[in-house]
């Protein structure tokens, strides 16, 4: 967000330069450029709500199966160790997700900050 408000600042002609394609009809102008601004501000929020509910959903997951390997262990020890083999995956695969999400992360924000400022 703290990137488009300074491209809004810096740079107010090009920042608003992509609320409105070439060729628009004009009927249409004033829509579209309600439709752009909030896109332009609604990006970064689902940045962030995306990322949060992707670690929120791998960290919640593991801590489930966590816990049947936990309450599992004294009462059948054979399942037990298959589930902590599971989470043992699992965390390696988190692992690999989060990597993932700072990339994707890294590269949307570099997007952003060459798109506005």
Known sequence: LATVIIGMRNQPTHALGHLLPEGTPTLLIPVL???????LFIRPLALGVRLTANLTAGHL???LIATAAFVLLPLIPTVAILTAVL???LTLLEVAVAMIQAYVF???LSLYLQENV
């Open 33 to 39: 450029i309600i439709i752009e601004t909030i896109s």
């Open 87 to 89: 989470l043992f995956l």
């Open 106 to 108: 890294v590269l949307l």
């Open 61 to 63: 997951l593991i801590q």
